[in-house]
């Protein structure tokens, strides 16, 4: 068995501490209280391209950039003699090839027993791999947002074209709407219009598809177009969920099925005012702000999705807008906004028929001016997006109501 070996002798140590000092994986600089160097080693020496003996003697500012120079200056040495040591400045050094060496410096300052400055001890550690690595992350970023923005432009341009780019209300009608995006990467499924059918009836929808993105947009455009065609052929909205119900049923049956909650309505010019015939198939149940000041839900309980189950099941019924009178539709993103400490649904305890009837009577533009303010309060808490449709016959003798339908019908008729 071999013998162990001596520890190492105090030359031996002392040689291994000089060894550490010159060749650390860090640079080391001691310099005089004026800035001149005084001692470095030998790999901040290399990493400059310098003779390291021919370095001492020369101010340590003349290793530092122009703007560099300045911080030092007016930062660096004033915060070090005030508080005795600065930590992590960012720095380009330069090299002897007029190159630039990016580094971090920690410095602290040595005091005699007066508390007199003696000396500058500072560290730099080569922080080259680390600004590529700084660098490649703010390009990846700028990658990252440049596709974001691409996918938010082509999400409203998608978005936009499954809305009708304006209501085209009958004569003596306001006729309002709003979306609200809860995200703007998504195309969102909900959708809307208003659309004339004779010269004295409208047809008007609103609804939600399942699901977002590119299928659901598709959804969607097939679901818009089959509404309004159906409609031109059967002016009875539950034939025409019927027609949905259908198309639907053909198009995705052999696919993952696909469906949508709708409220399909036809507005007939009457006298002073509208009749209003609704089916619903599986939508929450529109609002009735009346010009007494009353709110109702308008009665459509047992409608069923549209598109996904056999011999589905729609109900409709009738109801009449007089001057002051405005019918509310809109999506589950407003009822099923997160609310309160325990984040429950917005409308768990009938808060949507109190906002109605805190708001009633109103107008078209007012309600959902109301609306997008009640959506905004949500913040985060608003998960999906949020259609709102308003249909509202202005009150009081300046609507005018009866010579205006006259013009339109006799405009439509021409």
Known sequence: MSAPKE????????????????????????????????????????????????????????????????????????????????????????TADGGRLPVFLTANVKTDDCGEPVLIRITALDARHRRAYERELLEARKRADDSRARVELLAKTLQRSL??????????????????????????GDFYDLFPLAADQWGFFLGDVCGKGAGAAAVTSLTRYTLRAAAVYDRDPIAVLHNLDTVLEQEFHATEPQFCTVIFGVLTIVGDGFDVELASGGHPPALLLRADGSASYVETTGGQLVGILPNARFVSTRLSLRPGDT????????????????????????????????????????????????????????????????????????????????????????
Not at 30 to 41: E, R, V, Y
Not at 163 to 188: I, K, N, R
């Open 163 to 188: 809305l009708p780019s304006s209501l085209s209300p009958p004569a003596g009608m306001d006729a309002q709407a709003s979306y609200h995006y809860a995200s703007t990467e998504d195309v969102g």
């Open 327 to 414: 019918l509310v539709l809109y999506t589950d993103g407003l009822t099923e906004a997160r609310v309160g400490p325990g984040r429950e649904r917005y409308d768990d305890t009938g808060a949507l028929l109190d906002f109605a009837r805190s708001h009633s009577p109103s107008t078209a533009q007012a309600i959902i001016d109301d609306i997008r303010a009640l959506l905004d309060s949500f913040g985060a808490g608003l998960e999906d997006d949020a259609a709102v449709l308003a249909l509202g016959v202005p009150a009081g003798p300046d609507a005018q109501l009866g010579e205006s339908i006259a013009a339109s019908a006799v405009a439509r008729s021409s």
């Open 7 to 94: 520890p190492a002798s105090g030359d031996a140590l002392e040689e291994s501490l000089l060894d550490l000092y010159e060749n650390a994986p860090c640079g080391y600089l001691s310099l005089w209280p004026d800035g001149t160097i005084a001692k470095l080693n030998s790999t901040i020496a290399r990493w400059l391209g310098h003779q390291q003996d021919s370095m001492i003697g020369t101010s340590f500012t003349r290793l530092l950039t122009a703007g560099g120079r300045i911080h030092y200056e007016t930062h660096f040495a004033p915060i070090l003699h005030m508080n005795g040591h600065i930590d992590g400045v960012t720095v380009d050094l330069v």
